[in-house]
């Protein structure tokens, strides 16, 4: 079974530029999360896609925006890109289903360096 | 604001020792608790999830869950160098859309 595929693994982007990053969850997954991770700050949660729709938000500005596809896929994608946006980001998809427990798989990241 | 807190370490033990990592969380409403390890430069990966009080074992791993108390521990026996890393605990609330709330995760370092 394959796991999370998250394309570009890394990226090099200038500031001002803006950048899609891809995430293909599990097959039978339709929850897609996105989190940011630096240094010392943890993960930070982005936003959550079920069934093409946006469930869950975190407090990260309008530059940040996210779909999902009916496969699932989702699309992550800065605008106007800030030197503090370099970061790790990761996706991690989930079934999402009636029981309460929910695991969460990651993918292996997009290291996103922005110069 | 509902937190997860864990002491960021580092947390250094000998090869063989037990590691003990703790979790507190403030939602009361949380029911799901999962331990993460990542390495250096890597993503999470899930180690093991707990949602009743008590002990869960799984190999050298045990999740420990006490609901009145609010805190969540993973204890990790017989230590190996290669269980150096941060272990990230996420908390989920049933409700609140199932949003996993993160600590910010201990780092161990298990010395030979």
């Known amino acids: 079974k394959a796991g999370v595929t998250q394309t570009p693994r890394y990226l090099i982007k200038t500031r001002g530029q803006q950048v899609t990053l891809s995430c293909s969850p599990i097959s039978g997954h339709r929850s897609v999360s996105w989190y940011q991770q630096t240094p010392g700050q943890g993960l930070q949660f982005l936003f959550e896609?079920?069934?093409?729709?946006?469930?869950n938000k975190g407090n990260f500005p309008g530059r940040f925006s996210g779909r999902q596809f009916s496969n699932s896929r989702s699309e992550m994608n800065v605008s106007t890109l800030e030197l503090g946006d370099s970061a790790l980001y990761l996706c991690?998809?989930?079934?999402?289903?009636?029981?309460?427990?929910?695991?969460?798989?990651f993918g292996q990241g997009t290291r996103l360096t922005v110069v | 604001q509902k937190e997860v807190e864990q002491n960021s370490g580092p947390l250094s033990v000998p090869e063989g020792a037990i590691a003990s990592l703790n979790c507190t969380y403030s939602?009361?409403?949380?029911?799901?608790f999962f331990w993460y390890r990542q390495y250096s430069g890597k993503s999470p990966e899930l180690i093991m999830f707990?949602?009743s009080n008590g002990d869960k074992e799984d190999g050298r791993f045990t999740a420990q869950l006490n609901k009145a108390s609010q805190y969540v521990s993973l204890l990790i026996r017989d230590s190996q160098p290669s269980d150096s890393a941060t272990y990230l605990c996420a908390a989920q609330n049933a409700g609140n859309n199932r949003k996993l709330i993160w600590g910010l995760g201990t780092s161990l370092a298990v010395n030979p």
């Open positions: 991690a998809s989930s079934l999402r289903g009636v029981s309460p427990l929910t695991e969460a798989f």
């Open positions: 896609y079920f069934s093409e729709t946006q469930r």
């Open positions: 939602d009361r409403g949380s029911q799901s």
């Open positions: 707990i949602y």
